[in-house]
């Protein structure tokens, strides 16, 4: 009963969160912001149905994201021309249907193997259905894609959806809905049992389960919520094109995931919230950001393989002994230095690619043509590299110790 | 008709052998580390761009030399440092490394070259038909394309079946354990083997740059159809990924070339159809039009009705 509450209060929680945030926020930037998070958030859940809970690496995610999203924007159109008649309300859903109904179609062959089959049969449908989308033109649009108009139909109590800020709130509806479904579905047998075939198939085999049945499940409910992602997508920018179904996009949604953490629920929803405020903020101050990205993803797969959600897990045990304030100080000790070389790098990396004659970076103003300024921040790089390196032993020590069980006291049972 | 089918054959065979120069690092790689590459094609736009920076101070002929030795280098560097530290994390985490790896090559080569496309030139050398045919020219420098390829082709099955080097590496991809207790170091055969590849892929990049144009996006253009030929061929099968890749570059050539489609099809059938029908784009498709798309195609057929390839081993 206790958990269940304390469940609940997460939950509800979590609402508020959504239910309040254009109140804090409320400038066109930010709700724009938080309705490309609300599609980031479902659509990368979706991912990590996959890959984190089913173990399946898919490099054609975003088949099932622009399939629902096409059909969430045909279903705008017959609303609009009164072939059908139904309040847009329902569109996420239309769009999961058809994400459903085409993982139901692909999964049947594809899931026969996880692992590099599985990531090559996603890879190469991934591309075909890539290409064909500039073939057949009447589904697809070509290249320009297809738009609607999302103000017709039914009014929903009134609501016309004329603005951004009442389709964030249909969207953190939408999100809520489909958050806390995929929460439930990893609660399920049929969840519990996708993690069993992803660490050990044949184990999972021997137990009576077909592997194959058991990702097919995680297969297709993933496609389902990939399509409710899509179909967001669709409402809110009231277009789609053939670039929401290509690799791009599929590779986008792996990076979100797999930054935020695969192995947490939590993980890909801090992932896709990361991703989607440096694609918006960052891409106004400076036209490298992809480059950063790339160079963040690569470092989490270096360093952080359980992404940022395992780094913040990393430090339950510390938590738990009340040995965190131990930490801070080392903490501090490593990370100034480290955040003062990263920032630096930055410095160095855009004064040597801008086009202007002067630069000015976080207060300063610095010269791209005086060879005095690369020449100081390259020292100031090389100082701080060399203080974090110098302070890492500390910081390993005082870690070892704030996780030492004490031999004494019985052990202690983690999670 | 016939100059049409000499000529696509050419360049097919073209294609074919160049993207085999890549196809054969990767599924050597691939046998070796049990790992697919996705960074293998960024290697051989790097070997493109490695290339251009040299030739304009040096020539063509210095960067044919130089640009794989640095790809090389490179890829040396990225497989001790990169791949060996996530291989603890497994495999699935070394694909999703090679994946974030190809991104940021293609972002570093925008930071470092710019957006724009490199004009960058086939040697003065080389600039003359080899032949005449039907009235049709030949370039001498596709004739050179064909013949590095082909070299290669040779002395790496020369290089893998007869040398010492090429026993104890094939010896190391069955039994890396008992290599490795034979006093061998098996890490640096690994390093080595990657290096090679990638130096492999610089190499096709540098003799592909001038043809195919060099930009940004020549790694996505060329990479997944390298993974296509790689997959269907049979996973770490030499012979398996050299049939695949004449057979993808003729298939896709012989494809551009022609110039049926459905409404022949339909026609020879005796059937009619409506030009305002809804799936009137099905009913127009033309073979060109699905030249792009064949080969993934054929990887899906491939993988559902024969997972292991043409030549791959059966799995246990």
């Keep these: 009963m206790m958990i269940f509450l304390k469940k609940s209060i997460v939950w509800v929680g979590y609402l508020i969160v959504l239910l309040i945030l254009p109140q804090f926020f409320d400038s066109v930037l930010a709700v724009s912001i938080f309705n490309q998070m609300a599609i980031a958030i479902v659509f990368a859940l979706s991912y990590n149905m996959l890959l984190g809970q089913g173990g399946m690496l898919s490099f054609g995610h975003a088949v099932y994201f622009g399939l629902g999203g096409f059909l969430a924007v045909h279903a705008l159109i017959m609303i609009e021309s009164e072939t059908i008649y139904f309040s847009i309300i329902w569109i996420p859903l239309v769009g999961g249907l058809f994400g459903l109904l085409a993982a139901l179609f ?138 929401n179904l290509n690799a791009a996009t599929s590779g986008r949604v792996l990076l979100m995931a797999y930054i935020g953490g695969l192995g947490y629920f939590i993980g890909p929803i801090l992932g896709a919230v990361i991703l989607t405020l440096m694609n918006s903020l960052l891409s106004n101050y400076s036209d490298l950001w992809m ?81 005095i300024d690369f020449v100081l921040l390259g020292m100031i790089a090389g100082g701080s590299l060399l203080l974090t390196k110098k302070s890492l032993p500390q910081l390993r020590k005082a870690w070892e110790s704030a996780n030492e069980i004490p031999e004494d006291a019985p052990s202690e049972k983690v999670e | 008709m016939l100059d049409v089918f000499i000529f696509a054959t050419l360049n097919g065979l073209v294609t074919g052998l160049l993207l085999f120069m890549l196809a054969s690092g990767l599924t050597l790689i691939f046998s070796m580390m049990g790992v697919l590459n996705f960074a293998h094609a960024s290697f051989y736009m790097l070997g493109a761009y490695f290339a251009y920076s040299v030739s304009l101070q040096f ?8 640009a794989p030795i640095i790809v090389g280098l490179l890829g040396a560097i990225v497989e001790r440092y990169g791949l060996r530290r996530v291989h603890q994390h497994g495999h699935v985490a070394e694909l999703v490394f090679t994946f974030g790896l190809a991104f940021l090559i293609e972002e570093a080569v925008q930071f470092f070259w710019g957006p724009d496309t490199k004009n960058y030139q086939s040697p003065d050398l080389l600039d003359f038909p080899l032949f005449t045919l039907f009235g049709q020219e030949f370039p001498a420098y596709r004739g050179f394309m064909i013949g590095i390829s082909i070299s290669i082709f040779i002395g790496l099955y020369y290089v893998l079946t007869k040398s010492r080097v090429g026993i104890i590496i094939q010896a190391a991809i069955t039994h890396p354990h008992t290599v490795s207790n034979l006093g061998h170091n098996v890490p640096l055969i690994f390093m080595g083997v990657f290096g090679v590849g990638s130096g492999l892929a610089g190499l096709a990049g540098v003799i592909a740059g001038p043809v195919l144009t060099t930009f940004p996006g020549m790694a996505v253009v060329l990479g997944s159809i390298v993974f296509v030929i790689v997959v269907i061929g049979g996973l770490g099968s030499l012979a398996g990924a050299f049939i695949a890749s004449i057979m993808i570059g003729l298939l896709q050539s012989y494809a551009i070339a022609s110039d049926v489609g459905m409404p022949d099809l339909l026609n020879l059938l005796g059937f009619e159809f409506d030009r305002n029908h809804p799936l009137t784009d099905l009913w127009t498709l033309t073979l060109p039009q699905i030249a792009p798309i064949l080969p993934y195609l054929l990887l899906v057929l491939v993988l559902i009705f024969r997972p292991t390839g043409l030549l791959g081993k059966r799995e246990q």
């Design chain 1, 106 to 243: 692909i999964g049947t062959f594809s899931t026969h193997k996880a692992g590099t089959v599985f990531a090559m049969i996603s890879l190469g449908i991934g591309e075909l259905l890539a290409a064909s989308s500039l073939i057949f033109v009447s589904f697809f649009g070509g290249e320009a894609g297809v738009s609607g108009d999302r103000t017709f139909g039914p009014s929903f109590f009134g609501v016309e959806f004329f603005q951004d800020i009442e389709i964030y709130y249909l969207g953190a509806v939408w999100v809520f809905i489909a958050t806390l479904f995929m929460y439930l579905f990893t609660q399920t047998p049929a969840g519990k049992m996708a993690n069993a075939v992803r660490d050990n198939p044949e184990r999972a085999e021997f137990i009576g389960y077909s592997a194959k049945q058991v990702r097919y499940i995680s297969f297709c409910a993933s496609g389902l919520f990939a399509g409710v992602a899509g179909g967001l997508f669709a409402l809110n920018y009231e277009f789609i094109t053939e670039e």
């Design chain 1, 291 to 371: 480059l950063y990205l790339g160079i963040m993803f690569l470092l989490t797969v270096l360093f952080l393989p359980r992404g940022f959600a395992g780094f913040i897990m990393m430090h339950q045990l510390a938590w738990v002994r009340h040995t965190m304030k131990s930490l801070v100080v080392p903490y501090l000790l490593t990370g100034l230095p480290a955040l003062l070389f990263i920032l630096t790098c930055i410095g160095l990396i855009e004064l040597s690619h801008t086009g202007e004659t002067e630069l000015n970076y976080l207060g300063f103003s610095l010269d791209p043509t005086a060879a």
């Design chain 2, 59 to 66: 020539g063509f002929w210095t960067g044919l030399i130089l």
